[in-house]
């Protein structure tokens, strides 16, 4: 079984790809408020809230357990591309290498969202992070539905 490898999925979401650019871009802190169930908090270690290279801990919940996630963000804004590269916590004790990202594309009012896991087993009986993609799913439809209510 391979130690590495690259989940892919997309969303056709209802928010515009700018406006859900925003909130990883610059308003991650809004990120609880959009996605409470799954996330339920987010500081910035080192660095600010809008600055690539910028460090941030969230904590969240997976099948009902609190998890802390310590990630280096980083951002691409002529694509709008958001990665969350893991550094410390939960996934990285079964991940050597863990990077989510979400790339933005405009169609009509809305956008398609590309997510991705790119991974890196410790071990090869580690499974491949398909509960991690399905909070990203989930985390993307919350925040995409709580949008669009404002």
Same mark, same amino acid.
């Given at each position: 079984m391979a130690m590495h490898g690259k989940i892919v999925t997309t969303l056709e979401l209802k928010s515009s790809?700018?406006?859900f650019y925003k909130v990883w871009r610059s308003e991650s802190f809004h990120v609880p408020k959009h996605?409470?169930?799954h996330i339920q908090g987010v500081d910035v270690h080192a660095g600010d809230w809008e !600055?690539?290279?910028s460090i941030r801990i969230w904590q969240y919940t997976l099948g009902g357990k609190p998890g802390v996630f310590k990630e280096e963000v980083s951002f691409d804004d002529e694509n709008k591309t958001i990665a969350l590269n893991g550094l410390e916590g939960d996934v990285m004790k079964i991940y050597k290498v863990y990077k989510g !990202?979400?790339?933005l594309t405009p169609k009509g009012s809305g956008c398609l969202a590309?997510? !991705?896991i790119e991974f890196e087993k410790?071990?090869?009986d580690v499974p491949i992070p398909e509960v991690y993609i399905d909070l990203m799913v989930n985390l993307t439809k919350d925040i995409d539905e709580s949008l669009s209510t404002e």
């Open positions: 790809a700018e406006k996605a409470s169930k !600055t690539a290279g !990202t979400w790339k590309e997510l !991705t410790l071990h090869p």
